[in-house]
């Protein structure tokens, strides 16, 4: 039975734009390089989905500002990597003409306007809230809640889209119906009012 939402909101990584493949190796690159830590990409999976602060954190590494920095200078090495995920595009050209867009990242707006702006993706998207916009974030339901406050949306007329145990969290502890993207993460199979194996199935239920 397909519902009538007004409000889809998404994440980014591993959602809109396919950057795990990146992500790990270049945080794997930064730990080998900088600290003479060696992980194998399996047991950085859990840096997918929080901010890289949290990250680095998890990784009980201090010095979190420059390790972030230097994070992000590695991902330049993989950046021709990073791609939008085949049928995005055209759903969000769908969707635009009836709902209201929106995006909650865990990307800073520095990182947002760095790795995502060229993919010209911005024009679908009315409001945006990256990892600056809130003190708290994901799995916290501050980035969601900020969401609909800007949006004026209530929670029952809003759905979010995500790849990671951290988006259904928020997306619950928001009350607000999530949406799996298994696209972005075959990995695991992560609770859900729907999973999606490729975009377009979003359109059997909205």
Same mark, same amino acid.
């Given at each position: 039975m397909k519902r009538m939402y007004k409000h889809i909101v998404f994440d980014v990584d591993g959602t809109l734009i396919d950057t795990e493949y990146a992500v790990l190796h270049s945080l794997k690159d930064l730990l080998k390089e900088e600290y003479n830590r060696d992980y194998k990409i399996e047991e950085l999976e859990f840096a /997918? #989905? +929080? %901010? #890289? $602060? @949290? @990250? +680095? &954190?998890? /990784? $009980?590494? *201090? !010095? +979190?500002?420059? %390790?972030? !920095?230097?994070?992000? !200078? &590695?991902?330049? &090495?993989?950046? $021709? *990597?990073?791609?939008?995920?085949? #049928?995005i595009e055209e759903l969000l050209k769908v969707l635009s003409q009836n709902h209201k867009l929106g995006i909650v990242t865990s990307k800073t707006k520095e990182e947002f306007e760095e790795e995502v702006t060229h993919f010209g993706l911005n024009k679908y998207f009315g409001v945006i809230i990256c990892a600056d916009d809130t003190e708290k974030h994901k799995p916290n339901p501050k980035p969601l809640l900020k969401y609909m406050e800007l949006a004026n949306a209530k929670n029952k007329e809003t759905i979010y889209i995500g790849d990671s145990i951290y988006d259904m969290q928020c997306a619950k502890a928001s009350k607000v119906d999530f949406a799996f993207a298994k696209w972005g993460n075959k990995r695991q199979n992560i609770e859900a009012k729907y999973t999606l194996s490729q975009p377009s199935e979003l359109f059997n239920w909205i």
């Open positions: /997918l #989905g +929080i %901010t #890289g $602060e @949290a @990250a +680095i &954190k998890q /990784l $009980e590494i *201090s !010095d +979190i500002e420059r %390790t972030v !920095d230097l994070w992000n !200078d &590695k991902l330049n &090495k993989y950046k $021709e *990597s990073v791609c939008v995920f085949n #049928g």
